[in-house]
């Protein structure tokens, strides 16, 4: 269906950064499939995990056990801090779901309100595009699900101002990522948690984007000094492989029992054993850490071109702000000089390239895009 415009570039192949046509023809892929390659196109220790899964086990259903999952989980708990417990999902709309769902049966009835922010991005299925903080996605589409409010990003009065009874959680992004890589501070972060606490609310991140190793650290929300009760994750769990996972402190997730939420494929052995493997290369090759480094000489690399005039966004998942030329226009442009990017406003671009991008790539990145530029 139509739900996309016509795609001007078919992909056949793929290698770590690089990216080849039907036609042959080679890109850097500086989008990273929308942050998702975060270990780069067909990694061979997670191509093996799935060829090997697929030889051994692909799928039970989740009325026995299976054992990657389980690692999984642990892993990503152990990466959040401990104590709590994992539902796994196929996708980032539906890890949201999760948590909205969790939130709901945690406050109880009459306690349903989930508030989130202006330009935030949170799915496409029904509730989670009522999350969406961008009133003119739901036009189309109204009525929307009730229990959801939107307040002025970073602005810990609204946010205060939007809190009556009927609300059970806070859903944010540490960093807005679709809304164009807008960013809060550590002061703002801190103020919510403050306020969940005082209130008694949840304080979900929706990590969907910025969730592990993309931002410098394991999630976002960790450069911010804050506890959360529940965050969500896809996109780079899987490396490509749909697998979502929405973590919740183990008291919170004390709210789901056998029947409330379920899922087919959630937590099916190919998935999971292609996020085990994920995980294990992220730990073994520091992804945070070569995110930073990354982040900074790409950051310093567009700041020096004279039609970039600001650079946002945290280790690998950066915006550089154009002076008022059109990112589509100029994303359309590197697209065919070799370079995949996209054009998150309509002046800015974004960069979310694999986090193991080398220092050649993205100085080759940089040369085309100065090309296109001028
Ligand atoms: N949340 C955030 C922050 C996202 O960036 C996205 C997708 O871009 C989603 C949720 C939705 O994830 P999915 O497309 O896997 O459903």
């Known amino acids: 269906m139509s739900t996309y415009p016509p795609a001007s570039v078919t992909f056949v192949r793929g290698e770590g950064t690089q990216l080849w046509d039907d036609e042959d023809k080679r890109y850097l892929d500086f989008l990273g499939g929308l942050a998702v390659v975060a270990l780069g196109h067909a990694h061979p220790v997670v191509a093996d995990a799935i060829c090997e899964q697929a030889r051994t086990l692909v799928h039970v259903s989740n009325l026995f056990g299976t054992v990657p999952g389980r690692q999984v989980a642990a892993a990503l708990d152990r990466l959040l801090g401990g104590g709590g417990q994992v539902f796994f999902s196929n996708s980032g709309a539906e890890a949201n779901e999760a948590a909205i769902k969790l939130a709901r049966r945690w406050g109880g009835y009459g306690k349903f ?11 496409r299925t029904l509730a989670t595009l009522h999350a969406t903080g961008q009133p003119e996605k739901h036009e189309a589409f109204q009525p929307m699900p009730e229990g959801f409010r939107h307040v002025a990003w970073a602005d810990l ?3 205060e101002g939007a809190i009556d009874p009927t609300v059970a959680a806070v859903l944010l992004e540490p960093v807005q990522g679709e809304g ?5 501070d550590a002061a703002y972060f801190q103020g919510v948690r403050r306020l969940c606490d005082e209130r008694g609310l949840l304080l979900m991140f929706d990590e969907v984007q910025t969730g592990l190793g993309r931002t410098g650290r394991w999630f976002g929300h960790q450069h911010y000094g804050v506890q959360p009760d529940v965050v969500t994750m896809a996109k780079a769990l899987g490396n490509g492989m749909p697998i979502g996972a929405c973590w919740a402190r183990a008291e919170v997730a004390a709210a789901f029992s056998p029947g409330d939420h379920a899922t087919t494929y959630g937590v099916q052995p190919l998935a999971t054993a292609a996020a085990r493997a ?3 290369v992220m ?19 567009l700041l020096a071109l004279d039609a970039v005039t600001s650079v946002r966004g945290l280790g690998l998942l950066l915006a550089a702000e154009l ?3 059109d990112a589509r226009a100029v994303a359309a442009d590197a697209l065919a000089a070799g370079l995949v990017v996209n054009g998150v406003t309509p002046t800015a671009l974004r960069f979310a390239p694999p986090l193991l991008v080398s220092d050649d790539e993205i100085d080759e990145a940089l040369t085309i895009l100065e090309g296109v530029l001028s």
């Open 113 to 123: 309100g989930v508030v989130s922010a202006y330009g935030s991005f949170h799915g």
């Open 157 to 159: 009065d609204a946010l």
């Open 180 to 184: 164009g890589v807008n960013m809060a």
């Open 278 to 280: 994920v995980l294990a």
């Open 283 to 301: 730990e073994a090759e520091d992804a945070p850490g070569r995110a930073t480094r990354a982040g900074a000489k790409l950051t310093e690399g």
């Open 323 to 325: 002076d008022g030329r």
